[in-house]
């Protein structure tokens, strides 16, 4: 059948036949429709249409691009290109700008395809490509690219999620920093950047937004807010890669330091943000990816594959961390955490503290624990070279109520200084108080009695415990996905310890943030190790395609072990906080124990006494004070037990790791170990 003859049975022209196979004007779909039916019904396809078909199946991909010097925008025409490489196309890239160009040159080439990079929706163009009656992708933002069958990105998605992750990082002054070139197409990650500040109890501050660009980096107003003490964000969201590189810059000529003055999230990803110094954290959509889905779209039409072309192609946002974030521990009352440097005495600062003849008691929540030992030998080791003594140290054995009866026999001893772990934030209140009543000055560990205020107390002492919860989240998630697992059970303290909870809610967020492909089944409380022990055999009964565990602390984690012995499930991996004998011998036997964050108790003991000695003698102390935590797995374990317990690692241990073969005993514990 010529075309003479398809012309005639579709009841057309010649020349609307013509237009229809080549697609060098617009045809009504009706007429287009007609025409195609009679040649799908023709035995054999025509010379014309063969010739034709070629075209569409194998030469010239036409992509139009209206920003070619942004990063995003040159890695996602890398994208397209890589992947109609690997089809046996060829691209032609043109700026979207010249319509008389793109006209000229598909009359000439008759390219199979168009895909329309932009970064603002053109109707003028979409009419255009309407008219040519050639299988078309626009490649866009959401809410500018409206019609279906298109690639889209949201931009909104990505700022929303840089956002909450620097504020659940610790962070609540972010500047959002866009392109001025660009101002258009930053309205959805301003929406996303604001919501998600408002959605955290931060309110937005039209302040704490700013364009950059190459020639002009920052203005005045811009150079003074973000070096000022009184008002410096603590973080900076960038929108693209260009302004990305300009903060760097901004950085480094103004002698500040990032991640520690300053924490950077860009929203773009470069090919080589890990190479930078330092290596840069990205919530961003892959431009590479969009470039690729671009032509696997493309494709879907030219083969009239229905489904897979009218739907959008949406891709998602990923975020990767790396060393341009910070993460701010935060104090009781929403206070940064300092580093314990800042606890500096000078020569004649020790003379007063030692001719003061001042007294201190230690009251612990437990104390038989190896975490508790070290707490108190580093406030001892102080102590001694400062002449402070220790009058008592006592032990409530988790007992709010002995709690108090000690702290009412410490009150007669009328020490200078109470060092002291609430057993209960409630409970034990009321002796707290009277205590600060009678001129006592109290020195707390990781909690602050309910109702406390900032002049009620000196100081309070923890481990950075978002960054303590972040690195056993990411040891847990790395080693799931390093081996193909991906079912979580969560078992967190259920009490209302600030420290404790601030460290759980951080394992929740890296392990649903920075591992979305794994899936956290469940999340349950628990009290004690006995409460930890039924929570575990509860849980896996309840869901036994559970494959790994995290457990608030090493205690429970040892009577999870227990429980996983008895089940037969030794299987599911765990990872926990600070280091315990068994927990480390378990670990060196290749046990279910895969990592764990350890705090580094000794020198918390160290910084509790310091903080003590400088209030004793008048000097003034930081309301919270965060020591960074300790990442330990199989590769450091004989280290890291050295820095953080202060003795050499035991006989048993080092055997272990050479035979991976622990002594258990018959209640199930690891030899030497139990508490």
Excluded at 367 to 380: P, Q, V, W
Excluded at 399 to 412: C, F, G, S, W
Excluded at 647 to 663: C, D, F, I
Aim: proline share 4%; glycine share 8%.
């Amino acid at each position: 059948m010529n075309i003479k003859e398809i012309a005639k049975k579709a009841g057309v022209s010649v020349a609307t036949v013509s237009h229809v196979v080549n697609k060098t004007r617009y045809v009504s779909s009706e007429l287009t429709d007609r025409v195609l039916s009679v040649i799908e019904e023709s035995d054999g396809k025509p010379g014309f249409l063969l010739r034709n078909h070629k075209a569409l199946e194998l030469q010239v991909i036409l992509c139009l691009v209206e920003n070619v010097t942004d990063y995003f925008y040159t890695d996602l025409m890398k994208g397209i290109r890589t992947r109609a490489s690997e089809e046996g196309k060829r691209v032609i890239f043109l700026n979207s700008h010249n319509k008389g160009l793109i006209r000229e040159y598909i009359r000439l080439e008759k390219p199979g395809g168009l895909i329309m990079v932009t970064d603002r929706y053109n109707d003028d163009v979409l009419f255009m490509f309407k008219e040519l009656n050639i299988p078309t992708v626009m490649v866009g933002h959401a809410g500018q690219v409206t019609e279906s069958g298109n690639v889209i990105f949201d931009g909104y998605e990505s700022a929303f999620k840089g956002t909450r992750h620097l504020i659940k990082s610790g962070h609540d002054r972010i500047r959002f920093v866009c392109d001025r070139m660009n101002l258009h197409i930053f309205r959805r990650m301003l929406a996303g950047y604001r919501d998600a500040l408002e959605s955290n109890g931060i309110p937005f501050d039209p302040a704490l937004t700013s364009g950059v660009n190459a020639e002009s980096p920052f203005t005045q107003i811009d150079l003074e807010a973000a070096l000022s003490e009184e008002s410096r964000p603590t973080a900076w969201l960038s929108a693209t890669g260009t302004t990305t590189m300009a903060l760097l810059k901004f950085i480094n000529s103004n002698n500040l330091k990032c991640p520690d003055d300053i924490s950077l999230v860009s929203l773009h990803e470069f090919e080589w943000s890990h190479m930078l110094n330092p290596a840069i954290t990205s919530v961003a959509h892959d431009p590479v990816e969009i470039g690729m889905k671009s032509v696997e779209k493309l494709n879907d039409k030219i083969h009239h594959t229905a489904d897979a072309a009218d739907a959008n192609t949406v891709i998602p946002c990923k975020i990767t961390v790396r060393n341009s974030t910070q993460c701010i521990g935060r104090g009781p009352h929403g206070e940064k955490a300092e580093n314990p440097e800042v606890l500096h005495l000078s020569s004649s600062d020790i003379e007063r503290v030692k001719s003061g003849s001042y007294t201190a008691a230690i009251s612990f929540h437990y104390s038989g624990t190896a975490f508790a030992r070290l707490h108190e030998k580093g406030i001892k080791d102080v102590f001694t070279e400062l002449g402070v003594r220790v009058l008592v140290v006592t032990d409530a054995h988790f007992d709010p109520e002995m709690q108090n009866k000690q702290l009412e026999l410490i009150q007669t001893m009328k020490p200078d200084v109470l060092i002291s772990i609430p057993a209960d934030e409630i409970v034990t209140a009321q002796s707290y108080k009277e205590m600060a009543r009678s001129g006592v000055k109290l020195v707390l560990i990781d909690n602050v009695p309910h109702g406390f205020e900032r002049g009620d107390y000196v100081t309070c002492v923890s481990v950075n415990e978002r960054e303590n919860g972040q690195i056993a989240g990411r040891i847990l998630g790395e080693y799931l996905v390093k081996n193909g697992k991906r079912k979580i059970g969560l078992l967190m303290h259920g009490g209302s310890f600030f420290n404790t909870n601030q460290r759980d809610m951080a394992v929740e967020q890296v392990l649903t943030e920075e591992f979305p492909d794994l899936q956290i089944v469940t999340a349950q409380p628990f009290l004690n190790d006995a409460g930890a022990y039924e929570k575990c055999r509860e849980v896996l009964k309840q869901h036994p395609s559970i494959e790994g565990l995290y457990v608030s602390w090493e205690g429970p984690a040892v009577a999870v072990l227990k429980a996983l012995r008895e089940m037969n499930r030794e299987d599911v991996c765990i990872v926990t906080s600070d280091l315990d004998r068994e927990v480390a011998l378990g670990m060196a036997a290749g046990g279910p124990v895969k990592g764990l964050s350890a705090q580094r108790p000794y020198d918390q003991g160290r910084a509790v006494a310091l903080s003590a000695a400088h209030a004793l003698i008048g000097k003034s102390v930081p309301s919270f004070i965060g020591v960074s935590p300790y990442k330990v797995t199989t590769d450091n374990l004989l280290t890291a037990w050295q820095d953080i317990l202060r003795e050499r690692p035991p006989t048993e241990l080092v055997n272990a790791l050479k035979s991976g073969k622990p002594h258990i005993t018959p209640d199930g514990y690891y030899a030497s170990g139990r508490r």
